[in-house]
């Protein structure tokens, strides 16, 4: 089976959105999946945390947008990363994406670059995972047309819904062209069940949302922060953290779902 590709969207910013790809990435690779990361943020926070420094990378996801087909199988073979003790791939990202909206000013079917680049490598993977960047664009475009699944991780406060219609209307002018509509599910995240704001925002959401939410919610957990401080995931500081067990729910509920 080809692997599947799971976009992580949202066009709020510091929602939980590079955590749950790398986090994840991390959670399915445990159970023995074979998983790839593309960072597709020009500021490169997946990359940074994993170590890989824009100023440092020389090819990035931004070359996949700007080579000619032909060169892709090449270029593949040059992007993809891994570290020591890194357990999944991982295509950093460059500032260099920032420009790409005036670089293909001109491209026809620039929405679809992706998913067709990445067609040459889905077959050596289980999951794919796009993170994309806070904002509306020509990036989050390919990576809704490239994907399987959206997932949207959404903070659980009082803000939460907020931004998010633009999403949805975004959303729903793909489905217009797209031979099938773009399947979603949304996330909790940084849930803080003592906090009667987050409860009240958890129950909002799972009436707004219905079917469309993750069971999984994702409790705040400190432990997050410090993982990354490390340029670690959360597995490899404190693996039976709630953070890491949450993460390790969704995996579940992603591997049951597709
Ligand atoms: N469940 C959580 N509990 C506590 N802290 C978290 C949790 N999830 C993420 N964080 C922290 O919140 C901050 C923002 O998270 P993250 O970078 O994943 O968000 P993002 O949506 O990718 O942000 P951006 O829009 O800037 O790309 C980070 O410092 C991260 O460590
Ligand atoms: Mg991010």
């Known amino acids: 089976m080809k692997g ?11 929602v939980g959105k590079t955590t749950t790809a790398l986090t994840l990435a991390a959670a ?20 940074v945390h994993l170590r890989y420094y824009p100023d440092s990378v020389e090819l990035s996801a931004y070359d996949v947008f700007v080579s000619p087909e032909e060169e892709w ?46 067609e040459l490598v889905r ?15 020509l990036l989050q475009i390919n990576a809704l047309v490239a994907c399987d699944l959206l997932i949207i991780p ?11 219609k633009l999403l949805f209307d975004s959303i729903r002018l793909l489905n217009k062209v797209l031979p099938e509509p773009v399947k979603y599910r949304a996330l909790a995240t940084m849930y803080d069940k003592r906090a009667g704001a987050c409860r009240r925002v958890l129950e909002l959401l799972g009436k707004k949302m219905g079917g469309n939410m993750f069971e999984t919610v994702i409790g705040i957990d400190t432990r997050f922060r410090d993982a990354s401080a490390f340029g670690k995931v959360v597995y490899d500081i404190d693996p039976h953290s709630r ?16």
């Not at 260099?96 to 491209?107: A, C, N």
């Not at 077959?123 to 664009?137: K, N, R, S, T, V």
Request: glycine fraction near 8%; charged fraction near 25%.
């Open 154 to 164: 959404i903070q659980t406060d009082f803000l939460a819904l907020h931004g998010l």
């Open 28 to 47: 399915l690779a445990r159970m023995n999946l074979k998983v790839l990361v593309m960072d597709l943020d020009p500021h490169a926070c997946a990359s």
């Open 123 to 137: 077959e050596e993977y289980d999951y794919i995972i796009l993170d994309c960047p806070p904002h509306l664009g």
């Open 73 to 118: 199988p090449a270029l593949w073979q040059k992007i993809r990363c891994r570290q020591d003790e890194q357990i999944f791939d991982m295509v950093p990202a460059s500032i260099r994406l920032s420009e790409l909206e005036g670089d293909l000013r001109d491209r026809v079917g620039k929405g679809g670059i992706l998913k067709m680049a990445l």
């Open 243 to 258: 953070g890491a067990k949450g993460y390790e729910n969704l995996a579940k509920e992603i591997v049951a779902l597709l």
């Open 4 to 14: 599947r590709i799971l976009a992580v969207a949202n066009q709020k910013g510091g």
